[in-house]
Protein backbone atom coordinates (compact mmCIF):
# COMPACT_ATOMS: atom_id res chain seq x y z
CA UNK A 1 0.00 0.00 0.00
CA UNK A 2 1.36 3.77 -0.62
CA UNK A 3 0.89 6.61 0.62
CA UNK A 4 1.28 9.11 -2.53
CA UNK A 5 0.60 12.70 -0.80
CA UNK A 6 2.32 15.65 -1.39
CA UNK A 7 5.86 15.83 0.54
CA UNK A 8 5.22 17.92 3.54
CA UNK A 9 2.56 15.73 5.09
CA UNK A 10 4.04 12.25 3.66
CA UNK A 11 6.41 11.27 7.19
CA UNK A 12 3.19 12.75 9.29
CA UNK A 13 0.73 10.63 7.46
CA UNK A 14 2.97 7.56 7.60
CA UNK A 15 3.17 8.08 11.53
CA UNK A 16 -0.57 7.75 11.27
CA UNK A 17 -0.41 4.01 9.93
CA UNK A 18 2.89 2.52 11.24
CA UNK A 19 3.16 4.11 14.53
CA UNK A 20 6.42 2.99 16.94
CA UNK A 21 7.49 1.28 14.23
CA UNK A 22 11.07 1.39 13.28
CA UNK A 23 11.24 3.75 10.28
CA UNK A 24 15.27 4.49 10.22
CA UNK A 25 17.88 2.96 11.20
CA UNK A 26 21.09 5.04 11.33
CA UNK A 27 24.84 5.57 13.23
CA UNK A 28 25.14 8.90 14.94
CA UNK A 29 28.04 10.89 13.42
CA UNK A 30 31.55 9.00 14.60
CA UNK A 31 29.42 6.23 16.67
CA UNK A 32 29.37 2.43 15.49
CA UNK A 33 26.56 0.93 17.15
CA UNK A 34 23.01 0.94 15.35
CA UNK A 35 20.11 3.13 16.45
CA UNK A 36 16.35 3.18 15.33
CA UNK A 37 14.00 5.68 15.07
CA UNK A 38 10.14 4.97 14.70
CA UNK A 39 7.76 6.67 12.44
CA UNK A 40 6.17 8.69 15.11
CA UNK A 41 9.96 9.44 16.17
CA UNK A 42 10.19 10.76 12.77
CA UNK A 43 7.33 12.62 12.41
CA UNK A 44 8.04 14.75 15.35
CA UNK A 45 11.70 15.58 14.52
CA UNK A 46 9.93 16.57 11.04
CA UNK A 47 7.59 18.71 13.16
CA UNK A 48 10.25 20.28 15.24
CA UNK A 49 12.77 21.51 11.86
CA UNK A 50 9.12 23.15 10.57
CA UNK A 51 8.72 24.83 13.19
CA UNK A 52 12.28 25.84 13.75
CA UNK A 53 12.29 27.34 10.35
CA UNK A 54 9.07 29.17 10.78
CA UNK A 55 10.37 30.39 13.80
CA UNK A 56 13.97 32.19 12.34
CA UNK A 57 11.67 33.41 9.55
CA UNK A 58 11.72 30.65 6.67
CA UNK A 59 9.40 31.82 4.22
CA UNK A 60 7.09 29.79 1.51
CA UNK A 61 9.18 28.65 -1.48
CA UNK A 62 12.53 29.74 0.10
CA UNK A 63 15.69 28.01 -0.58
CA UNK A 64 17.46 26.41 2.45
CA UNK A 65 20.51 23.91 1.49
CA UNK A 66 21.35 20.96 3.50
CA UNK A 67 25.76 20.18 2.65
CA UNK A 68 25.93 16.86 4.41
CA UNK A 69 26.23 13.05 4.10
CA UNK A 70 23.33 10.51 4.71
CA UNK A 71 21.98 11.12 8.25
CA UNK A 72 18.78 11.17 10.02
CA UNK A 73 19.15 14.91 10.05
CA UNK A 74 19.45 15.16 6.64
CA UNK A 75 15.84 13.68 6.29
CA UNK A 76 14.89 15.50 9.27
CA UNK A 77 16.09 18.84 7.45
CA UNK A 78 14.23 17.64 4.18
CA UNK A 79 10.49 16.72 5.06
CA UNK A 80 10.74 20.09 7.14
CA UNK A 81 12.02 22.11 4.55
CA UNK A 82 8.85 20.65 2.97
CA UNK A 83 6.42 21.05 5.71
CA UNK A 84 6.71 24.63 5.45
CA UNK A 85 6.64 24.58 1.57
CA UNK A 86 10.04 25.91 1.33
CA UNK A 87 12.50 24.41 -0.73
CA UNK A 88 15.33 22.07 -0.57
CA UNK A 89 18.74 22.78 -2.23
CA UNK A 90 20.70 19.29 -1.64
CA UNK A 91 24.81 20.09 -2.11
CA UNK A 92 26.49 17.49 -2.40
CA UNK A 93 29.35 16.54 0.94
CA UNK A 94 32.16 16.40 -1.41
CA UNK A 95 31.43 19.86 -2.92
CA UNK A 96 34.30 21.91 -3.09
CA UNK A 97 34.60 25.71 -1.82
CA UNK A 98 34.09 27.44 -5.43
CA UNK A 99 31.06 25.13 -5.91
CA UNK A 100 29.22 25.90 -2.65
CA UNK A 101 29.96 29.53 -3.03
CA UNK A 102 28.33 29.75 -6.68
CA UNK A 103 25.71 27.37 -5.56
CA UNK A 104 24.33 29.19 -2.17
CA UNK A 105 24.70 32.91 -4.12
CA UNK A 106 23.04 31.25 -7.03
CA UNK A 107 19.81 29.59 -4.93
CA UNK A 108 20.27 33.17 -2.61
CA UNK A 109 21.12 30.59 0.34
CA UNK A 110 20.15 32.34 3.87
CA UNK A 111 20.25 28.70 6.05
CA UNK A 112 22.70 25.88 5.41
CA UNK A 113 22.61 23.18 7.11
CA UNK A 114 26.31 21.35 6.81
CA UNK A 115 27.49 17.63 8.06
CA UNK A 116 30.90 17.26 9.42
CA UNK A 117 33.95 18.99 9.72
CA UNK A 118 34.71 19.13 6.24
CA UNK A 119 31.26 20.70 5.43
CA UNK A 120 31.74 23.64 8.12
CA UNK A 121 35.04 24.25 7.24
CA UNK A 122 33.92 25.02 4.10
CA UNK A 123 31.20 26.72 4.40
CA UNK A 124 32.22 29.00 6.83
CA UNK A 125 35.56 29.60 4.48
CA UNK A 126 33.31 30.91 1.84
CA UNK A 127 30.55 32.88 4.44
CA UNK A 128 32.15 36.40 3.38
CA UNK A 129 31.43 35.48 0.07
CA UNK A 130 27.99 34.72 0.05
CA UNK A 131 25.95 37.89 0.87
CA UNK A 132 22.90 36.50 1.63
CA UNK A 133 24.08 33.65 3.51
CA UNK A 134 23.23 34.04 7.37
CA UNK A 135 23.42 30.86 9.37
CA UNK A 136 25.39 27.69 9.37
CA UNK A 137 23.26 24.57 10.60
CA UNK A 138 25.67 21.93 11.94
CA UNK A 139 24.40 18.16 12.37
CA UNK A 140 27.45 16.62 14.00
CA UNK A 141 27.98 17.24 17.87
CA UNK A 142 31.92 16.86 17.60
CA UNK A 143 32.58 19.68 15.06
CA UNK A 144 34.64 21.78 16.45
CA UNK A 145 32.23 25.62 15.64
CA UNK A 146 35.29 28.40 15.54
CA UNK A 147 35.47 30.90 18.20
CA UNK A 148 35.25 33.70 15.91
CA UNK A 149 32.00 32.23 14.33
CA UNK A 150 29.04 34.16 15.95
CA UNK A 151 26.98 32.71 12.55
CA UNK A 152 27.14 28.85 13.11
CA UNK A 153 24.66 26.85 15.65
CA UNK A 154 24.61 23.05 16.51
CA UNK A 155 21.11 21.31 15.14
CA UNK A 156 20.43 20.11 18.56
CA UNK A 157 20.51 24.13 19.43
CA UNK A 158 18.66 24.71 16.65
CA UNK A 159 15.67 22.23 17.39
CA UNK A 160 15.02 24.24 20.65
CA UNK A 161 13.55 26.97 18.20
CA UNK A 162 11.04 24.27 17.35
CA UNK A 163 10.29 22.71 20.79
CA UNK A 164 6.98 21.83 21.78
CA UNK A 165 5.54 23.01 18.59
CA UNK A 166 5.36 26.99 18.97
CA UNK A 167 4.05 27.48 15.55
CA UNK A 168 2.37 24.33 14.77
CA UNK A 169 -1.03 26.02 14.04
CA UNK A 170 0.70 28.04 11.23
CA UNK A 171 2.79 24.80 9.54
CA UNK A 172 -0.80 23.24 9.45
CA UNK A 173 -2.32 26.00 7.72
CA UNK A 174 0.74 26.16 5.37
CA UNK A 175 0.78 22.64 4.76
CA UNK A 176 -2.73 22.81 3.77
CA UNK A 177 -2.37 25.15 0.82
CA UNK A 178 0.66 23.25 -0.75
CA UNK A 179 0.40 22.90 -3.76
CA UNK A 180 2.14 20.13 -6.26
CA UNK A 181 3.59 22.67 -8.73
CA UNK A 182 5.65 24.24 -6.55
CA UNK A 183 8.91 23.84 -6.15
CA UNK A 184 10.14 21.20 -4.17
CA UNK A 185 14.34 20.74 -5.00
CA UNK A 186 16.74 22.92 -6.54
CA UNK A 187 19.11 20.02 -7.75
CA UNK A 188 22.53 20.80 -8.66
CA UNK A 189 24.28 18.92 -11.40
CA UNK A 190 28.29 19.07 -11.38
CA UNK A 191 28.56 17.98 -14.65
CA UNK A 192 31.26 16.17 -16.43
CA UNK A 193 31.60 19.84 -18.46
CA UNK A 194 32.63 21.92 -15.17
CA UNK A 195 29.14 23.57 -15.73
CA UNK A 196 26.73 23.54 -13.03
CA UNK A 197 23.43 24.10 -13.35
CA UNK A 198 20.26 24.31 -10.79
CA UNK A 199 17.62 21.39 -12.00
CA UNK A 200 13.87 22.51 -10.88
CA UNK A 201 12.31 19.56 -9.63
CA UNK A 202 8.49 19.79 -8.56
CA UNK A 203 6.20 18.10 -6.16
CA UNK A 204 4.32 16.96 -8.97
CA UNK A 205 7.11 15.51 -10.42
CA UNK A 206 7.45 13.44 -7.42
CA UNK A 207 4.26 12.74 -7.21
CA UNK A 208 4.49 11.44 -10.99
CA UNK A 209 7.28 8.91 -10.13
CA UNK A 210 6.05 7.37 -7.04
CA UNK A 211 2.69 6.57 -9.00
CA UNK A 212 4.81 5.16 -12.09
CA UNK A 213 7.21 3.23 -10.38
CA UNK A 214 5.03 1.98 -7.47
CA UNK A 215 3.86 -0.33 -10.52
CA UNK A 216 7.04 -1.90 -11.57
CA UNK A 217 9.23 -1.77 -8.65
CA UNK A 218 8.53 -4.42 -5.79
CA UNK A 219 9.24 -2.87 -2.58
CA UNK A 220 6.74 -2.93 0.13
CA UNK A 221 6.95 -2.61 4.35
CA UNK A 222 8.93 -5.59 4.72
CA UNK A 223 11.97 -4.23 2.96
CA UNK A 224 15.31 -2.55 4.51
CA UNK A 225 16.67 -0.66 1.84
CA UNK A 226 20.24 0.70 2.14
CA UNK A 227 21.09 4.45 1.33
CA UNK A 228 24.25 4.43 -0.45
CA UNK A 229 23.94 6.48 -2.89
CA UNK A 230 24.43 10.42 -0.94
CA UNK A 231 20.70 11.75 -1.22
CA UNK A 232 21.92 14.62 -3.16
CA UNK A 233 22.11 11.67 -6.10
CA UNK A 234 18.49 11.86 -7.34
CA UNK A 235 18.48 8.36 -7.70
CA UNK A 236 19.06 7.65 -4.30
CA UNK A 237 17.00 10.29 -3.18
CA UNK A 238 13.78 9.41 -5.07
CA UNK A 239 14.37 5.77 -4.50
CA UNK A 240 14.75 6.67 -0.10
CA UNK A 241 11.61 8.79 -0.70
CA UNK A 242 9.67 5.71 -2.69
CA UNK A 243 10.90 3.34 0.13
CA UNK A 244 9.13 5.57 2.76
CA UNK A 245 5.78 5.86 0.88
CA UNK A 246 5.56 2.39 1.00
CA UNK A 247 6.91 2.24 4.71
CA UNK A 248 9.74 0.68 4.51
CA UNK A 249 12.69 1.04 6.64
CA UNK A 250 15.63 2.95 5.49
CA UNK A 251 18.67 1.76 6.69
CA UNK A 252 21.07 5.24 6.56
CA UNK A 253 24.96 4.52 5.45
CA UNK A 254 26.59 7.90 5.91
CA UNK A 255 29.94 6.82 4.55
CA UNK A 256 30.21 5.32 0.91
CA UNK A 257 33.44 3.67 1.81
CA UNK A 258 31.78 1.51 4.97
CA UNK A 259 28.99 0.39 3.02
CA UNK A 260 29.70 -3.09 2.51
CA UNK A 261 31.04 -3.50 5.93
CA UNK A 262 27.48 -1.75 7.05
CA UNK A 263 24.95 -4.36 4.87
CA UNK A 264 26.88 -7.21 6.89
CA UNK A 265 25.99 -5.52 10.00
CA UNK A 266 22.55 -4.52 9.17
CA UNK A 267 21.11 -7.09 6.38
CA UNK A 268 19.31 -4.76 3.50
CA UNK A 269 17.09 -6.49 1.75
CA UNK A 270 17.02 -4.27 -1.18
CA UNK A 271 19.91 -1.15 -2.23
CA UNK A 272 20.34 0.94 -4.88
CA UNK A 273 23.88 1.69 -6.94
CA UNK A 274 25.77 2.51 -9.28
CA UNK A 275 27.36 -0.48 -11.52
CA UNK A 276 30.87 0.07 -9.96
CA UNK A 277 29.70 -1.17 -6.95
CA UNK A 278 28.60 -4.41 -8.64
CA UNK A 279 31.99 -4.57 -10.19
CA UNK A 280 33.91 -4.85 -7.45
CA UNK A 281 31.47 -7.36 -6.07
CA UNK A 282 32.32 -9.48 -8.90
CA UNK A 283 35.69 -8.68 -9.15
CA UNK A 284 36.04 -9.43 -5.96
CA UNK A 285 34.02 -12.97 -6.57
CA UNK A 286 36.46 -13.39 -9.97
CA UNK A 287 39.29 -13.36 -7.42
CA UNK A 288 38.10 -16.08 -5.13
CA UNK A 289 37.64 -18.10 -7.69
CA UNK A 290 41.47 -17.60 -9.63
CA UNK A 291 42.69 -18.14 -5.92
CA UNK A 292 40.81 -21.49 -5.80
CA UNK A 293 42.02 -24.62 -6.09
CA UNK A 294 41.56 -26.70 -9.40
CA UNK A 295 38.07 -28.51 -7.82
CA UNK A 296 36.17 -25.78 -6.26
CA UNK A 297 36.73 -23.35 -9.29
CA UNK A 298 35.66 -26.25 -11.48
CA UNK A 299 32.42 -26.68 -8.65
CA UNK A 300 32.05 -22.52 -9.16
CA UNK A 301 32.46 -22.06 -12.32
CA UNK A 302 29.55 -24.93 -12.77
CA UNK A 303 27.54 -22.76 -10.70
CA UNK A 304 27.21 -20.01 -12.07
CA UNK A 305 26.79 -21.73 -15.56
CA UNK A 306 23.43 -23.60 -13.91
CA UNK A 307 22.87 -19.86 -12.85
CA UNK A 308 22.65 -18.32 -16.10
CA UNK A 309 20.65 -21.08 -17.74
CA UNK A 310 18.08 -20.92 -14.82
CA UNK A 311 18.13 -16.90 -14.33
CA UNK A 312 18.99 -15.61 -17.68
CA UNK A 313 18.28 -18.13 -20.23
CA UNK A 314 14.67 -18.59 -18.81
CA UNK A 315 13.53 -16.42 -16.15
CA UNK A 316 14.19 -13.46 -17.82
CA UNK A 317 12.47 -14.45 -20.97
CA UNK A 318 9.66 -14.95 -18.73
CA UNK A 319 9.90 -18.75 -19.34
CA UNK A 320 9.65 -21.85 -16.94
CA UNK A 321 12.99 -23.58 -16.84
CA UNK A 322 12.99 -27.21 -16.93
CA UNK A 323 12.40 -29.48 -14.08
CA UNK A 324 15.88 -30.81 -13.67
CA UNK A 325 17.69 -27.47 -14.33
CA UNK A 326 15.01 -26.08 -12.02
CA UNK A 327 16.07 -28.70 -8.68
CA UNK A 328 19.85 -28.04 -9.63
CA UNK A 329 19.58 -24.67 -9.20
CA UNK A 330 17.64 -24.79 -6.41
CA UNK A 331 20.58 -26.35 -4.40
CA UNK A 332 22.81 -24.98 -5.85
CA UNK A 333 21.17 -21.32 -4.72
CA UNK A 334 20.94 -23.37 -1.16
CA UNK A 335 24.84 -24.26 -0.81
CA UNK A 336 27.01 -21.98 -3.26
CA UNK A 337 24.85 -18.64 -4.15
CA UNK A 338 23.87 -18.65 -0.54
CA UNK A 339 26.81 -18.18 0.79
CA UNK A 340 28.04 -15.29 -1.52
CA UNK A 341 24.76 -13.35 -0.42
CA UNK A 342 25.13 -14.20 3.04
CA UNK A 343 29.19 -12.90 2.59
CA UNK A 344 27.98 -9.60 1.16
CA UNK A 345 25.10 -9.53 4.36
CA UNK A 346 22.31 -10.23 1.71
CA UNK A 347 20.54 -13.10 2.77
CA UNK A 348 17.29 -11.94 2.60
CA UNK A 349 17.32 -10.08 -1.02
CA UNK A 350 14.60 -8.53 -2.67
CA UNK A 351 15.33 -5.89 -5.33
CA UNK A 352 18.58 -3.97 -6.47
CA UNK A 353 17.87 -0.90 -8.67
CA UNK A 354 20.36 -0.28 -10.62
CA UNK A 355 22.02 3.29 -12.81
CA UNK A 356 24.18 5.70 -13.34
CA UNK A 357 26.49 4.30 -16.13
CA UNK A 358 26.59 1.49 -18.74
CA UNK A 359 26.10 -2.01 -16.81
CA UNK A 360 28.64 -4.73 -18.15
CA UNK A 361 26.49 -7.97 -19.77
CA UNK A 362 28.96 -9.48 -17.83
CA UNK A 363 28.85 -8.06 -14.18
CA UNK A 364 24.45 -8.14 -14.55
CA UNK A 365 24.45 -12.08 -15.78
CA UNK A 366 26.52 -12.59 -12.90
CA UNK A 367 24.34 -10.89 -10.24
CA UNK A 368 21.74 -12.29 -11.77
CA UNK A 369 23.61 -15.96 -11.85
CA UNK A 370 23.71 -15.92 -8.08
CA UNK A 371 20.36 -15.06 -7.40
CA UNK A 372 20.06 -11.18 -7.34
CA UNK A 373 17.67 -9.28 -8.64
CA UNK A 374 19.25 -6.57 -10.46
CA UNK A 375 16.60 -3.91 -11.35
CA UNK A 376 18.80 -2.02 -14.45
CA UNK A 377 17.57 0.89 -15.36
CA UNK A 378 17.98 4.42 -16.88
CA UNK A 379 17.45 8.23 -15.67
CA UNK A 380 18.37 11.72 -14.94
CA UNK A 381 17.94 14.25 -12.39
CA UNK A 382 15.98 16.29 -14.97
CA UNK A 383 13.98 13.14 -15.37
CA UNK A 384 13.52 12.48 -11.66
CA UNK A 385 15.74 9.65 -11.95
CA UNK A 386 13.87 6.63 -13.58
CA UNK A 387 13.27 6.90 -17.56
CA UNK A 388 12.93 3.42 -17.83
CA UNK A 389 14.08 -0.09 -15.80
CA UNK A 390 13.38 -4.29 -16.04
CA UNK A 391 10.31 -4.53 -15.05
CA UNK A 392 11.22 -8.47 -13.66
CA UNK A 393 7.48 -9.13 -14.63
CA UNK A 394 7.89 -9.35 -17.73
CA UNK A 395 10.98 -10.60 -18.79
CA UNK A 396 14.35 -8.31 -19.84
CA UNK A 397 17.14 -8.54 -21.72
CA UNK A 398 20.47 -8.54 -20.43
CA UNK A 399 22.21 -5.62 -22.42
CA UNK A 400 18.98 -3.12 -21.79
CA UNK A 401 17.75 -0.79 -19.83
CA UNK A 402 14.36 -1.84 -18.99
CA UNK A 403 10.86 -0.43 -20.26
CA UNK A 404 9.86 2.91 -19.93
CA UNK A 405 7.83 3.16 -16.90
CA UNK A 406 3.89 4.63 -17.33
CA UNK A 407 3.58 8.36 -17.98
CA UNK A 408 6.87 8.88 -20.14
CA UNK A 409 7.33 9.44 -23.63
CA UNK A 410 10.28 8.34 -25.33
CA UNK A 411 11.05 9.25 -28.56
CA UNK A 412 14.66 9.00 -30.73
CA UNK A 413 15.61 11.57 -32.77
CA UNK A 414 16.63 11.15 -36.22
CA UNK A 415 20.33 11.96 -34.86
CA UNK A 416 19.80 8.95 -32.77
CA UNK A 417 18.51 11.19 -29.28
CA UNK A 418 16.61 10.07 -26.41
CA UNK A 419 14.02 12.56 -26.23
CA UNK A 420 11.47 12.15 -23.26
CA UNK A 421 7.96 13.75 -22.61
CA UNK A 422 5.65 13.01 -19.28
CA UNK A 423 5.09 14.37 -15.85
CA UNK A 424 8.20 13.53 -14.53
CA UNK A 425 10.31 16.08 -16.69
CA UNK A 426 12.36 19.08 -14.94
CA UNK A 427 9.99 22.33 -16.29
CA UNK A 428 13.89 23.62 -16.46
CA UNK A 429 17.29 25.03 -14.97
CA UNK A 430 16.69 27.58 -12.15
CA UNK A 431 18.53 31.67 -13.39
CA UNK A 432 19.37 29.81 -16.53
CA UNK A 433 16.30 30.27 -19.19
CA UNK A 434 18.97 30.36 -21.63
CA UNK A 435 19.66 26.72 -21.36
CA UNK A 436 16.31 25.39 -20.90
CA UNK A 437 15.09 27.40 -23.88
CA UNK A 438 17.98 25.08 -25.76
CA UNK A 439 17.10 22.18 -24.08
CA UNK A 440 13.95 20.81 -24.85
CA UNK A 441 13.01 20.00 -28.65
CA UNK A 442 9.92 22.91 -30.22
CA UNK A 443 7.37 20.45 -29.92
CA UNK A 444 8.28 20.10 -25.75
CA UNK A 445 10.81 17.09 -25.73
CA UNK A 446 13.24 17.13 -23.21
CA UNK A 447 16.89 16.30 -25.20
CA UNK A 448 18.88 14.11 -22.76
CA UNK A 449 22.25 14.28 -24.42
CA UNK A 450 22.36 10.36 -24.70
CA UNK A 451 21.73 7.96 -27.66
CA UNK A 452 19.79 4.67 -27.61
CA UNK A 453 17.45 2.63 -29.93
CA UNK A 454 13.57 1.08 -28.78
CA UNK A 455 13.35 -2.83 -29.41
CA UNK A 456 10.85 -4.65 -28.50
CA UNK A 457 9.47 -2.31 -26.26
CA UNK A 458 12.79 -2.13 -24.20
CA UNK A 459 15.45 0.68 -24.42
CA UNK A 460 18.90 0.59 -25.09
CA UNK A 461 21.76 2.89 -24.44
CA UNK A 462 24.56 3.85 -26.87
CA UNK A 463 26.65 6.54 -25.70
CA UNK A 464 26.63 9.98 -24.49
CA UNK A 465 26.41 11.98 -28.12
CA UNK A 466 28.45 14.50 -27.05
CA UNK A 467 31.01 12.12 -25.19
CA UNK A 468 31.83 10.21 -29.15
CA UNK A 469 34.86 10.90 -30.47
CA UNK A 470 36.40 10.51 -34.09
CA UNK A 471 39.67 9.48 -34.09
CA UNK A 472 42.18 11.26 -37.24
CA UNK A 473 41.02 8.35 -39.84
CA UNK A 474 37.40 9.54 -39.46
CA UNK A 475 35.92 6.30 -36.82
CA UNK A 476 33.51 7.13 -34.59
CA UNK A 477 34.52 5.42 -30.69
CA UNK A 478 32.00 5.33 -28.21
CA UNK A 479 34.39 5.80 -25.03
CA UNK A 480 31.85 4.27 -22.13
CA UNK A 481 31.30 1.24 -23.74
CA UNK A 482 35.08 0.02 -24.59
CA UNK A 483 35.96 1.31 -20.87
CA UNK A 484 32.92 -0.55 -19.37
CA UNK A 485 34.28 -4.10 -20.97
CA UNK A 486 37.73 -3.15 -19.55
CA UNK A 487 36.48 -2.91 -16.13
CA UNK A 488 35.19 -5.63 -15.06
CA UNK A 489 39.43 -6.93 -14.96
CA UNK A 490 39.70 -7.71 -11.34
CA UNK A 491 43.05 -5.39 -11.88
CA UNK A 492 42.11 -2.45 -13.07
CA UNK A 493 39.57 0.32 -10.75
CA UNK A 494 39.64 2.93 -13.28
CA UNK A 495 40.03 3.75 -16.57
CA UNK A 496 39.66 6.52 -18.73
CA UNK A 497 39.74 6.07 -22.89
CA UNK A 498 41.64 8.63 -25.37
CA UNK A 499 40.89 8.76 -28.84
CA UNK A 500 39.23 12.13 -30.08
CA UNK A 501 41.26 13.59 -33.21
CA UNK A 502 44.20 10.75 -32.00
CA UNK A 503 45.32 7.73 -34.78
CA UNK A 504 44.44 5.12 -32.44
CA UNK A 505 42.69 4.34 -28.63
CA UNK A 506 44.76 4.23 -25.70
CA UNK A 507 43.61 4.87 -21.91
CA UNK A 508 44.69 6.08 -18.41
CA UNK A 509 44.45 3.69 -16.09
CA UNK A 510 44.23 3.79 -12.46
CA UNK A 511 44.94 0.01 -11.07
CA UNK A 512 43.51 -2.00 -8.33
CA UNK A 513 46.83 -1.12 -6.06
CA UNK A 514 46.64 -4.15 -3.17
CA UNK A 515 45.74 -6.67 -5.83
CA UNK A 516 48.57 -5.44 -8.34
CA UNK A 517 51.45 -5.37 -5.65
CA UNK A 518 50.08 -8.80 -4.43
CA UNK A 519 50.93 -10.17 -7.91
CA UNK A 520 53.93 -8.12 -8.10
CA UNK A 521 55.30 -10.15 -4.50
CA UNK A 522 54.09 -13.76 -5.85
CA UNK A 523 55.86 -13.29 -9.04
CA UNK A 524 58.77 -11.59 -7.73
CA UNK A 525 59.19 -8.20 -9.05
CA UNK A 526 60.60 -5.71 -7.00
CA UNK A 527 59.37 -2.25 -6.37
CA UNK A 528 59.87 0.48 -3.90
CA UNK A 529 56.58 2.52 -4.54
CA UNK A 530 53.62 2.60 -6.87
CA UNK A 531 55.07 4.71 -9.33
CA UNK A 532 57.87 1.67 -9.96
CA UNK A 533 55.18 -0.45 -9.62
CA UNK A 534 52.92 1.38 -12.48
CA UNK A 535 56.39 1.62 -14.83
CA UNK A 536 57.56 -2.13 -14.88
CA UNK A 537 57.10 -3.72 -17.75
CA UNK A 538 56.43 -7.36 -16.95
CA UNK A 539 52.95 -5.47 -14.63
CA UNK A 540 52.43 -3.73 -18.12
CA UNK A 541 52.55 -6.67 -20.27
CA UNK A 542 50.33 -8.70 -17.79
CA UNK A 543 47.73 -6.24 -17.89
CA UNK A 544 47.88 -5.74 -21.81
CA UNK A 545 47.23 -9.50 -22.44
CA UNK A 546 44.58 -9.43 -20.05
CA UNK A 547 42.91 -5.91 -22.08
CA UNK A 548 43.34 -7.99 -25.23
CA UNK A 549 41.16 -10.92 -24.15
CA UNK A 550 38.81 -8.41 -23.02
CA UNK A 551 38.14 -6.13 -26.28
CA UNK A 552 38.45 -9.48 -28.79
CA UNK A 553 34.81 -8.60 -29.78
CA UNK A 554 35.61 -4.76 -30.12
CA UNK A 555 36.53 -3.88 -34.18
CA UNK A 556 39.90 -3.38 -34.52
CA UNK A 557 39.64 0.53 -34.65
CA UNK A 558 37.99 0.54 -31.16
CA UNK A 559 40.82 -1.91 -29.40
CA UNK A 560 43.05 -0.16 -26.88
CA UNK A 561 46.57 -0.29 -28.54
CA UNK A 562 48.33 1.39 -25.55
CA UNK A 563 48.11 2.45 -21.99
CA UNK A 564 49.26 4.28 -18.87
CA UNK A 565 49.23 3.28 -15.98
CA UNK A 566 48.93 5.92 -12.99
CA UNK A 567 50.61 5.38 -9.67
CA UNK A 568 47.09 7.48 -7.80
CA UNK A 569 43.96 7.79 -8.02
CA UNK A 570 41.95 10.26 -9.91
CA UNK A 571 40.83 13.36 -7.78
CA UNK A 572 37.63 16.12 -7.47
CA UNK A 573 39.90 18.32 -5.65
CA UNK A 574 41.79 18.38 -8.89
CA UNK A 575 38.66 18.98 -10.96
CA UNK A 576 39.22 15.56 -12.56
CA UNK A 577 36.13 13.85 -10.96
CA UNK A 578 32.68 15.33 -10.59
CA UNK A 579 30.28 14.50 -7.32
CA UNK A 580 28.84 11.78 -8.19
CA UNK A 581 32.49 10.55 -9.59
CA UNK A 582 31.98 11.09 -13.34
CA UNK A 583 35.60 11.59 -14.97
CA UNK A 584 35.70 15.19 -16.33
CA UNK A 585 37.09 14.00 -19.52
CA UNK A 586 39.11 17.49 -20.68
CA UNK A 587 40.18 17.96 -17.08
CA UNK A 588 41.88 14.85 -17.22
CA UNK A 589 43.58 15.53 -20.71
CA UNK A 590 44.99 18.81 -19.37
CA UNK A 591 46.09 17.12 -15.82
CA UNK A 592 47.88 14.04 -18.18
CA UNK A 593 48.59 15.79 -21.30
CA UNK A 594 52.28 14.89 -21.65
CA UNK A 595 51.51 11.13 -20.46
CA UNK A 596 49.09 11.15 -23.24
CA UNK A 597 51.49 12.80 -25.81
CA UNK A 598 54.05 10.25 -24.98
CA UNK A 599 51.58 7.56 -25.89
CA UNK A 600 51.29 8.55 -29.50
CA UNK A 601 55.04 9.37 -30.00
CA UNK A 602 56.20 7.13 -33.46
Same mark, same amino acid.
Given at each position: ?????? +??????????????????????? !??????????????????????????????????? !??????????????????????????????????QIQF????????????????????????????? /????????????????????????????????????? =??????????????????????? /???????????????????????????? /????????????????????????????????????????????????? /????????????????????????????????? @???????? @????????????????????????????????????????????????????????????????????????????????????? !?? =?? %????????????????EGEI?? $??? =????????????????????????? %? &??????? !????????? $?? +??????? $???????????? +???????????????? $???????????????EYAR??????????????????????????????????????????????????????????????????????????? &??????
Amino acid at each position: MQTNCH +LSMLIHEQAKIFGDREALIYQDF !GATEWKSCSWNQFSIAVKQVSNALLNVGVKVQENV !GIFSQNSAQYLFCDFGIWGIRAVSVPLYATSSEQQIQFMVNDAKIRFLFVGEQEQYDKARRVFSLCP /TLERIIVFDRLVRISSHDPNAIYFDDFLKYGENFPRQ =TEVEMIAKDASFDEIANILYTSG /TTGDSKGVILKHSQYHAAFEANYKCVPV /TDKDRVMNFLPYTHIFERGWAILSLTVGARLIINTHPQEVQQHMRETHP /TSMSSVPRFWEKVYAGVQAQIDNANVAKRKLFL @HALSVGKK @HNIDYLSKGQRPPLALHLEYEMINKTVFSLIRKELGLEDANIFPTAGAAVSEKVEEFVHSIGLNMVVGYGLTESLATVSCDHLDE !GY =TV %GSVGRPIEGISVKISDEGEILL $KGP =TITSGYYNRDDITKNSFTEDGYFKT %G &DSGYLKD !GELFLKERI $KD +LFKTSNG $KYIAPQMIESKI +LVDKYIETIVVIADQR $KFVSALIVPNYPLLEEYAREHNIAFNSREELCANSTVYEMLKERIDTLQQQLAHYEQIKRFTLLPHHLSMEKGELTNTLKVRRRVLYENYREAI &DKMYEE
